[in-house]
């Protein structure tokens, strides 16, 4: 069954367990600053156990060995992406990695999940996407927030019709770095928004027009992103890496309700308004009457969960019962798509790039 022999700690510790046919066995790639959730809720599942943890940094994997000593660390992916008794691959790596290493993970036939964004390219993420079917294989792409209490709740309100119909989407995701080396702050950012967009919003953009400066190290540090849906929804993101302070903050405009979502408040995170605005023509032909509605707010409740801990039960769940992931390789390369976009019409100051 070992097949991870020779390299960091003892193997047989991590792998004498979890022969169980109803629990996953997951191989982590990469501990660096997200590495340690993704290591920690996989770990805690009754139906998913992390065996092995890669990292090229020997500092990662000692700090893996503090808080895990029955997991098996290694600095040489190939360990674990050709291990038969590993049947899942998480790459939590740079975003420029995520192709290679999750093509080879599903050439290993393993199952993967990889990090949000999918890929650096659309046409990466089909070719993986391809790879998947052939082998009969899941990729699920880590969109950490369509887990949360707070999206799912958002979403109840907008399928239940509170709402009514969408006006717009509006979110601020600022705060100070964390500087990327390998992707601007459209990359790094945005796809959190754009995953959630396209989680509430039935419609898909039709167009995406972006701006934005790079001031410290080459890439865009500040950016605006605009997206145009059907029927006259549109979806502005603001991300920036030089904010002195952190926002997470985002409105939805409904004809009927609007609500903002603040991500950093511990309780009472949406709050809905029963806010909106009428207009009627008066009896001249150029008199437009305009009605405010100010109503009551009320705050729903919203289930405490950590996300990532749903995400891999759910992960779990999709692999043992052969369920079709609803953020898979499909959803991953939509948002793969706006980000290529987005690039697109950064790179000509904010030329309207149709979708
Ligand atoms: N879902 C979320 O909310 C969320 C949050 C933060 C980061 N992320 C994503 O997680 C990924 C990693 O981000 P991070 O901030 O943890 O980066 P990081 O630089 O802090 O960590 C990456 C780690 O991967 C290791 N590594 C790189 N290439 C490797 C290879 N080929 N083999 C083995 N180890 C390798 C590095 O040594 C490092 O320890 C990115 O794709 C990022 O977008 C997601």
Redesign the pocket.
Known sequence: MATILGVGSSPSLSLKRDMREDVIRIGV???????P??VRNFHGQARSHVVAV????P??LGRVRQSYPDIFVT???NDLLTATDIDAVA?????W??Y??AKAALENGKHVF????FTCSTAQAEELIELAERKNLKIMV????LFTGAVNRIRKLIDEGTLGDLYYYDSTRVNLG?F??D?NVI??LA??DLSIMDYLIQEKPEAVVATGERHLNGVADVAFVTLYYPNNIIGHINVNWLSPVKVRTTLIGGEKKMLVWNDLEPDEKIKVYDKGVQMSNGDGRYQLLVSYRSGDMWAPRVEQVE??KAEAAYFADCILNNKKPFNDGAAGLHVVRMLEAADKSLQQKGKIIQL
């Open positions: 790639i990469g501990y660096g600053y997200w590495g959730n993704v890669c990292d090229k940094d500092k990662s600095s040489d992916c790459v939590v790596t740079p975003v990695t995520h290679e290493l990889v990090e949000k964004p880590d969109h950490t927030f964390l990327q080396h992707v990359w790094d796809p959190h996300a990532l």
